[in-house]
């Protein structure tokens, strides 16, 4: 019999990494200035600090995961089947925590020293999956086996939260104040939201009674519990259509739209004019220090047909539920089945929103001369996941502290990050011209060797070209020890 706790699992955990479509996470290019258009999305002041005049970033993409929750049993990233995935076994919370981003055809443009404007467009997700503790083992086939395992757990808990958004973003930057030895910058990004994927799931304070019968065999009631499921309807007018094109268009139609918003400042400072005469700029500085409040708003999603709460189930086994929940095809069926084992069952048909992963950055980035940088960052978020009114998303950056040595041509990167997940992950990153290649944890090449798996870290890519630039960039003290 097919075991519907690893099913659910499976399911879920594939559908979040399927999804993949937003966070900022080029750890490599904390600090440089030669990230161009991907600056904005650490610190809204950073754009007018950048070495080229130009910047185009023709393709972004980056992906993020955390996860104890499954294991890929002797797998491989190029050798994998979901037959092989399974749950951690013991007595535990488990969680998975996955973001990416695309970025497609971004550009800046300084007008002058002291004005840049930049114009991006991304698509972003969010996912959050966490329970309460419980205990699974790999003998579990059925839920009969799962209430046996976890009959001594006061409450089964877990919750659900899916976000995905297209965001067009424009940004301008300007130095307020410059002398020879300081310049201060700030800097805002409006964003125009169009919310595409949204839903959430929640079950809380869930218990049951046990009993055994004369053939020695146990079957639990269900005495207490409360449920969601919600997700966003325009699923359900795309499903409608005909043609691929109709369904994008409908699907698009109906996405609500909203607005996001960033902010930050960015100070320079060059200790002494001894090396050269220059004033400070985004190349010869000594220190910089950004602060910034990022994804400052929400998407805002109608929830389809079939979307639910429930309070107090009947006393119904464990078996009639497994019955009932054996054939449902949609949130709709879901709903119905429900409907005779739930004392109240209501739908859901207001409007509900999903919080953009607000958070305070603060980066300090210090030029050690000679090409090499060494840059430090904290990400505080200002939500947890934990289900409200609002739902949130949030970053899994924490404490992040990056050595690089780069020039306009190469660079090499080592990014160390502590996440929110207390993992500490050690990174790396090459630049090779216009491209830019990085792992979020070096684990990654272990990904390709047959083994367990639980493919915790990720990745990016990111191509950057310079056009209209007919000279070099400004160097300065990057071709100069320091003193």
């Not at 559908?15 to 080029?26: D, K, M, N």
């Not at 190349?283 to 998407?299: E, L």
């Not at 464990?318 to 709903?335: A, P």
């Not at 207001?350 to 050690?368: C, E, G, M, Q, T």
Request: aromatic share 12%; with cysteine; charged share 15%.
């Amino acid at each position: 019999m097919a075991n519907p706790v690893r099913s659910w699992f499976l399911s879920a955990s594939i559908y979040l990494i399927a999804t993949h479509a937003g966070a900022q996470s080029y750890h490599a290019f904390n600090g440089s200035s030669y990230a161009g258009v991907t600056a904005m999305y650490i610190n809204p002041a950073s754009t007018v600090n950048q070495a080229y005049r130009w910047d185009v970033t023709l393709f972004g993409l980056q992906a993020t995961l955390s996860n104890n929750a499954f294991v890929a049993k002797n797998s491989s990233l190029m050798q994998n089947s979901g037959g092989n995935i399974q749950l951690t076994n013991g007595l535990q919370s488990r969680y998975i925590h996955a973001n990416a981003d695309v970025n497609l055809l971004n550009a800046r443009y300084n007008i002058n020293s002291k004005n840049a404007v930049t114009f991006g467009f991304r698509l972003r997700t969010y996912n959050h999956i966490k329970t309460g503790p419980f205990n699974y083992s790999d003998t579990i086939h059925t839920l009969n086996d799962f209430l046996h395992a976890n009959n001594n757990v006061n409450f089964l808990n877990g919750n659900i939260t899916h976000a995905g958004w297209g965001e067009l973003n424009f940004n301008y930057s300007h130095v307020i104040f410059q002398s020879a030895l300081s310049s201060l910058s700030g800097g805002i990004t409006m964003s125009y939201i169009r919310s595409l994927s949204g839903g959430y799931s929640v079950f809380s304070h869930l218990n049951y009674s046990e009993t055994k019968d004369a053939t020695g065999k146990y079957s639990y009631n269900f005495n207490q519990a409360a449920i969601s499921a919600v997700y966003s309807d325009n699923y359900r007018i795309s499903a409608n259509s005909t043609g691929s094109s109709q369904n994008f268009q409908n699907f698009l139609s109906k996405a609500p739209s909203g607005f996001g918003l960033d902010i930050g400042a960015e100070y320079l400072i060059k200790n002494s004019l001894l090396s050269d005469d220059k004033e400070v700029d985004a190349t010869n500085y000594d220190w910089k220090i950004g602060v910034s409040i990022m994804d400052i708003g929400r998407n805002r999603f109608n929830p389809i047909d079939g979307s639910l709460t429930g309070l107090n189930p009947l006393g119904v086994s464990d078996s009639v539920i497994q019955k009932k929940m054996q054939h449902v095809q949609n949130l709709r069926d879901v709903r119905d089945s429900l409907s005779t084992i739930f004392n109240t069952l209501n739908p859901v048909a207001k409007r509900f929103y999903i919080s953009l992963p607000a958070r305070l950055i603060i980066n300090v980035d210090h030029n050690l001369g000679n090409h090499f940088f060494v840059n430090g960052e904290v990400s505080l978020n200002f939500y947890s996941t934990q289900p409200a009114a609002t739902l949130h998303t949030r970053e899994l950056n924490l404490l992040t502290l990056t050595p690089r040595w780069e020039t306009q041509a190469l660079g090499v990167y080592l990014p160390v990050q502590y996440n929110t997940q207390g993992q500490l992950w050690v990174g790396g990153a090459v630049k090779l011209g216009p491209l830019l290649l990085g792992v979020h944890n070096l684990d990654f090449v272990k990904w390709f060797k047959k083994g367990d798996q639980t493919y915790t870290g990720g990745g990016y890519i990111l191509l950057s070209i310079h056009p209209f630039n007919h000279r070099e960039p400004k160097i300065s003290e990057l071709d100069c020890p320091k003193n």
